[in-house]
Every structure is written in C-alpha cells, then in structure tokens.
C-alpha cells in the first residue's frame, strides 16, 4: 500500500495577522509513503533537492512520522518516503509547515488513522511552534488560528471571487529562526494597538469583499520592520506593487518573498516588484498562484 499526501504551500501573516492568520496557495509538496524493507529511505527532488538530501534524522518529513509512530506506539519495520516538492525553500511560503502536515497526515493514514485530525493539528502546531502556516496546509483557504491552553481552534474563510495571489520570490533565503531572533520582546501599546486594527479590518474585509483600503490593512508594525533587514528592496517592492495596483502587498511569512493581492490585470505590478528587487542587485522570479481550497489531500494507491 502506498500513501499519498499532497500539502500546499502557505503564506502567513499577510501584513498584520502575526502568528495568527494564513492562506494556502497552489504550489504543492507531494509523498508517497509506503511500508517496505527495513528501516527508513528517502527519495528527495524538486525545490531544496541540493541541500535538502541531508541525513535521514534532520527530514522533516520522516520527522513527523516518527511522532505517529511514537505517539501510537507502533513502529513500523520499513518506511519508504518519496518526496517531491513545489515549495521555494527558506522564501517564507511555508516549506516546513507542508513537510510537518505531510508526514504526519502521512503516516496516521499508513497506520489506518488511528489519531484524530485535533491530534495530529495539535502535534503539528507543536513541532512547528506557531498555527498560521499549519492550520491552512491542512483546511486550505484562509484561515484564522489560535493556540489556547494547548489546544489549537481555528476559522476557515472562504476568499472573495476574483482574488488574485503574486509573489516575488528572491534568489536568497532566510532562516525562520533567524528572522524570529530579530523580534523584540516586548512592543509598544501603540503598535499593537495599530496592529490589532488593521487584522481585525482586513479580516472584515475578506468577509465582505469589500477591498479597498487594503494596502493600509496591511501594514504591519510588530514583524515587519525587524525583519525587512534581511530583505533588501523589501519596501521598493511593497510600495511599488500598490502603485501598480495591487490591493496591499506584505512580507510571506517571514520572508524574503513579498506576496500582493490583486484583482484584475497583474502584469504591471508583477514588472513593478522584479524592478523593486532589481535595484538592489537582487534576481526575483514573480509567479502568480491560486488560492488552494481543499488543504492536504490524502489518496491510498
């Protein structure tokens, strides 16, 4: 028997959501999971393939099984993983969170799913440390997490028609502990105050599908402006995609890729952002992606 998962690739945060909010996007990690032979193989292309074939123990695919088979306490002899992933990784498109769903939705389903989908959210918030790329890797859509007492609750919502996803994705990476290290401890009332307001109006927003206003709405002073010494170019971008038409622009994740909503005509400001990077000496590549609706798909072979 041969599993296989399909998770999408996610961008979180979008602008003032922090550690909150999430959409799934259609680029996709794709693995087949079977029991064969003895101990564990993996079989790794696509994105990451030159540095991502790296020992067995530091896959975060494998590593995520191994949580299934400890929490169950059924130890498989031989697991095969064949992996093949769409999603940059280190480019703030949620690489890791796909790797974590993927192994363990993988491996729950190899063992006849005998851990629920709250289980398996709650083990995958935990290895991941925060819900905003898990949580719509594994409903699709965008959504609204929070951890509360161990327990991770969310909102599904669905996205207004016509909504259109760009991101440019830079020809360097950024480590996300790197990028977590820069945060302060503690911020201003006034910023999260500000933060609170524009979260809370681009949500009302996606409701509605009223979408103007949301280049203001996505504004953002508590990761943002930390994390934007990493990303040379990073305003010239987000300020150049507004003036070209998109309806906001915000760091992914936490970056270096800069994701613009639009409706509409978007090759304008696809142009706008590879010039924003382009000043500063850096390549960009700008691919225009659907929004992923069904979150991880799971087929038996």
């Not at 998770?7 to 996709?28: E, I, M, R, W």
């Not at 031989?78 to 498109?93: E, F, Q, S, T, W």
């Not at 622009?249 to 990077?277: H, K, N, W, Y």
Request: aromatic share 6%; net charge negative; glycine share 12%.
């Amino acid at each position: 028997m041969v599993i296989r998962v399909r998770v999408p690739a996610t961008s979180a945060n979008l602008g003032p959501g922090f550690d909150a909010v999430g959409v799934a996007l259609g680029l996709f990690l794709e693995v087949d999971m079977s029991l064969e032979g003895s101990g564990y193989q993996v079989s790794f292309s696509g994105e990451g393939a030159d540095y991502l074939r790296v020992a067995i123990g530091d896959n975060l695919v494998y590593r995520a099984a191994r949580k299934v088979f400890d929490e169950t306490g059924r130890h498989p002899e031989g697991v095969y993983l064949k992996i093949r992933n769409a999603i940059p990784v280190g480019k703030g498109l949620g690489s890791s969170a796909a790797a974590t769903v993927a192994g363990l939705w993988g491996a729950n389903a190899l063992l006849g799913c005998p851990l629920t989908e709250d289980e398996l959210l709650r083990m995958a918030v935990k290895m991941e440390g925060h819900p905003e790329n898990v949580v719509p890797a594994v409903v699709g859509g965008l959504a609204v997490a929070m951890v509360d007492q161990g327990t991770v609750l969310y909102r599904r919502l669905d996205l207004p028609v016509g909504l259109r996803f760009l991101l440019a994705v830079p020809d360097f990476g950024v480590a996300t502990e790197h990028a977590r290290r820069a945060l302060p401890a503690m911020v201003e009332m006034g910023d999260a105050v500000y933060n609170l307001q524009r979260a809370c109006f681009f949500l009302a927003s996606m409701l509605t599908g009223q979408l103007d206003h949301l280049d203001r709405a996505m504004r953002d002073r508590l990761h943002q402006p930390y994390r934007k010494m990493f990303v040379a170019g990073f305003d010239d971008v987000v300020e150049g995609a507004v003036r070209a038409g998109a309806l906001g622009a915000a760091m992914s994740g936490s970056g270096p890729a800069v994701l613009a909503l639009a409706r509409g005509e978007t090759e304008g400001i696809a142009r706008a952002m590879r010039e924003g990077f382009e000043r500063y000496g850096v390549r960009s590549a700008v691919c225009e992606l659907e929004p992923c609706v069904h979150g991880v798909v799971i087929e038996e072979e």
